[in-house]
Protein backbone atom coordinates (compact mmCIF):
# COMPACT_ATOMS: atom_id res chain seq x y z
CA UNK A 1 0.00 0.00 0.00
CA UNK A 2 1.10 3.81 -0.81
CA UNK A 3 -1.27 5.90 0.91
CA UNK A 4 -4.46 6.60 2.21
CA UNK A 5 -6.52 8.64 -0.05
CA UNK A 6 -9.44 8.45 2.57
CA UNK A 7 -11.71 7.70 5.07
CA UNK A 8 -15.66 7.51 5.53
CA UNK A 9 -18.62 6.13 6.65
CA UNK A 10 -18.45 3.35 4.52
CA UNK A 11 -14.44 2.09 4.81
CA UNK A 12 -11.57 3.37 3.57
CA UNK A 13 -9.19 3.81 0.35
CA UNK A 14 -5.87 3.37 -0.08
CA UNK A 15 -3.80 3.71 -2.96
CA UNK A 16 -1.34 0.42 -4.68
CA UNK A 17 0.24 -0.64 -7.15
CA UNK A 18 -1.57 -3.69 -8.90
CA UNK A 19 0.26 -6.84 -8.51
CA UNK A 20 -0.55 -8.26 -12.29
CA UNK A 21 0.26 -4.68 -14.25
CA UNK A 22 1.83 -2.59 -11.76
CA UNK A 23 -0.14 0.60 -12.30
CA UNK A 24 -1.86 2.60 -9.45
CA UNK A 25 -5.20 0.92 -8.17
CA UNK A 26 -7.42 2.96 -5.61
CA UNK A 27 -8.48 -0.65 -3.05
CA UNK A 28 -11.76 0.34 -0.57
CA UNK A 29 -11.92 -2.17 2.71
CA UNK A 30 -15.76 -1.82 3.34
CA UNK A 31 -16.96 -3.69 6.22
CA UNK A 32 -19.10 -6.97 5.53
CA UNK A 33 -22.82 -5.58 6.12
CA UNK A 34 -24.44 -7.61 9.44
CA UNK A 35 -27.35 -8.24 6.82
CA UNK A 36 -27.67 -9.84 3.30
CA UNK A 37 -26.78 -7.67 0.51
CA UNK A 38 -29.40 -6.04 -2.40
CA UNK A 39 -30.01 -9.40 -3.39
CA UNK A 40 -30.14 -11.25 -7.11
CA UNK A 41 -29.39 -9.40 -9.97
CA UNK A 42 -30.14 -11.19 -13.03
CA UNK A 43 -26.91 -11.13 -15.72
CA UNK A 44 -24.49 -10.34 -12.60
CA UNK A 45 -22.51 -12.15 -10.24
CA UNK A 46 -24.31 -11.33 -6.89
CA UNK A 47 -21.39 -10.64 -4.09
CA UNK A 48 -23.76 -10.22 -1.24
CA UNK A 49 -22.84 -6.36 -1.17
CA UNK A 50 -24.67 -3.48 -2.89
CA UNK A 51 -21.53 -1.76 -4.16
CA UNK A 52 -20.05 -4.56 -5.66
CA UNK A 53 -23.07 -5.23 -7.48
CA UNK A 54 -24.02 -1.64 -8.58
CA UNK A 55 -20.65 -1.22 -9.76
CA UNK A 56 -20.87 -4.58 -11.68
CA UNK A 57 -24.28 -3.19 -13.35
CA UNK A 58 -22.79 0.14 -14.42
CA UNK A 59 -19.62 -2.26 -16.53
CA UNK A 60 -21.34 -2.68 -19.62
CA UNK A 61 -21.33 -0.46 -21.28
CA UNK A 62 -18.51 1.56 -19.81
CA UNK A 63 -19.38 5.28 -19.03
CA UNK A 64 -16.18 7.13 -19.37
CA UNK A 65 -17.54 9.11 -16.24
CA UNK A 66 -18.05 6.11 -13.71
CA UNK A 67 -14.57 4.76 -11.56
CA UNK A 68 -14.45 1.24 -12.98
CA UNK A 69 -14.17 -2.03 -10.58
CA UNK A 70 -11.32 -4.24 -12.23
CA UNK A 71 -11.85 -6.89 -9.36
CA UNK A 72 -13.24 -7.49 -5.73
CA UNK A 73 -12.88 -10.13 -3.32
CA UNK A 74 -13.36 -10.98 0.49
CA UNK A 75 -11.32 -11.26 3.55
CA UNK A 76 -13.23 -12.17 7.55
CA UNK A 77 -14.07 -8.75 7.78
CA UNK A 78 -14.44 -6.49 4.64
CA UNK A 79 -15.18 -6.34 0.74
CA UNK A 80 -12.29 -5.41 -0.96
CA UNK A 81 -12.82 -3.51 -4.11
CA UNK A 82 -10.57 -2.78 -6.06
CA UNK A 83 -10.98 -0.19 -8.93
CA UNK A 84 -8.58 2.08 -11.97
CA UNK A 85 -7.05 5.25 -10.09
CA UNK A 86 -7.09 7.92 -12.49
CA UNK A 87 -4.05 10.28 -13.03
CA UNK A 88 -3.69 13.23 -12.23
CA UNK A 89 -6.14 13.36 -10.43
CA UNK A 90 -8.17 14.75 -7.34
CA UNK A 91 -11.68 15.47 -6.01
CA UNK A 92 -13.83 18.39 -7.41
CA UNK A 93 -13.80 19.51 -4.06
CA UNK A 94 -9.91 20.03 -3.58
CA UNK A 95 -9.93 21.12 -7.29
CA UNK A 96 -11.82 24.18 -6.22
CA UNK A 97 -10.26 24.66 -3.01
CA UNK A 98 -6.60 24.42 -4.94
CA UNK A 99 -7.55 26.96 -7.61
CA UNK A 100 -8.76 29.36 -5.18
CA UNK A 101 -12.63 28.67 -6.19
CA UNK A 102 -11.75 30.65 -9.40
CA UNK A 103 -12.42 28.38 -12.36
CA UNK A 104 -12.67 29.52 -16.24
CA UNK A 105 -16.57 29.27 -17.44
CA UNK A 106 -14.96 26.54 -19.75
CA UNK A 107 -13.86 24.70 -17.15
CA UNK A 108 -16.93 24.76 -15.11
CA UNK A 109 -18.93 24.32 -17.83
CA UNK A 110 -17.06 21.09 -19.22
CA UNK A 111 -17.22 19.35 -15.54
CA UNK A 112 -20.76 19.75 -15.16
CA UNK A 113 -21.65 18.41 -18.93
CA UNK A 114 -19.71 15.49 -17.55
CA UNK A 115 -21.51 15.15 -14.00
CA UNK A 116 -24.70 15.32 -15.63
CA UNK A 117 -24.03 12.79 -18.14
CA UNK A 118 -21.90 10.48 -15.25
CA UNK A 119 -25.83 10.75 -13.60
CA UNK A 120 -27.59 9.80 -16.85
CA UNK A 121 -25.44 6.99 -16.83
CA UNK A 122 -26.33 5.74 -13.73
CA UNK A 123 -29.49 5.97 -14.57
CA UNK A 124 -29.40 4.25 -18.21
CA UNK A 125 -27.96 2.07 -16.00
CA UNK A 126 -30.75 1.13 -13.85
CA UNK A 127 -28.49 2.36 -11.15
CA UNK A 128 -28.88 5.32 -8.20
CA UNK A 129 -25.78 6.96 -7.11
CA UNK A 130 -26.97 8.41 -4.14
CA UNK A 131 -24.47 10.70 -3.20
CA UNK A 132 -23.18 12.80 -5.39
CA UNK A 133 -21.50 15.56 -4.04
CA UNK A 134 -17.73 17.39 -4.31
CA UNK A 135 -15.73 14.76 -2.86
CA UNK A 136 -17.28 11.53 -4.52
CA UNK A 137 -16.35 13.44 -7.74
CA UNK A 138 -12.43 12.69 -9.47
CA UNK A 139 -11.06 15.50 -11.75
CA UNK A 140 -8.99 14.84 -13.99
CA UNK A 141 -6.71 17.87 -13.69
CA UNK A 142 -5.27 17.89 -16.78
CA UNK A 143 -8.17 16.69 -19.08
CA UNK A 144 -11.00 17.70 -16.96
CA UNK A 145 -12.37 14.24 -17.13
CA UNK A 146 -14.47 13.80 -13.37
CA UNK A 147 -15.08 9.75 -12.50
CA UNK A 148 -17.86 9.51 -10.54
CA UNK A 149 -16.77 7.15 -7.20
CA UNK A 150 -18.42 5.77 -4.07
CA UNK A 151 -21.55 3.52 -4.95
CA UNK A 152 -21.67 2.80 -1.16
CA UNK A 153 -24.73 4.50 -0.82
CA UNK A 154 -26.59 3.63 -3.87
CA UNK A 155 -29.78 1.96 -5.06
CA UNK A 156 -30.87 -0.07 -7.76
CA UNK A 157 -33.78 1.41 -10.12
CA UNK A 158 -36.03 0.91 -12.09
CA UNK A 159 -39.64 0.13 -13.50
CA UNK A 160 -42.36 3.01 -13.38
CA UNK A 161 -40.35 5.02 -10.58
CA UNK A 162 -36.86 5.67 -10.63
CA UNK A 163 -36.03 6.35 -7.02
CA UNK A 164 -38.69 5.50 -4.40
CA UNK A 165 -37.14 6.96 -1.28
CA UNK A 166 -35.20 9.92 -0.21
CA UNK A 167 -31.48 9.81 -0.06
CA UNK A 168 -29.04 12.62 1.55
CA UNK A 169 -25.59 12.33 2.80
CA UNK A 170 -25.90 13.58 6.57
CA UNK A 171 -22.90 16.13 6.34
CA UNK A 172 -25.65 17.78 4.31
CA UNK A 173 -28.40 17.63 7.27
CA UNK A 174 -25.85 19.44 9.64
CA UNK A 175 -25.41 22.59 7.30
Known amino acids: ?????????????RLAIHKSDHR??????????????TGYLPGYLYSGNSEVDLMNMMKEPHSPHIIELLEWFEDQDNVILVMEYPEPCETLYCFIKHNSGRLEHSAVRMIIVHIVQAAKDCID??????DIHSGNILVNTASLNIKLIDFGCGLRIGGKWLCQSFIISLVFLHN
Open 125 to 130: HGVCHG
Open 24 to 37: KVAIKFAPKPETEG
Open 1 to 13: MLDDLGKGSYGFV
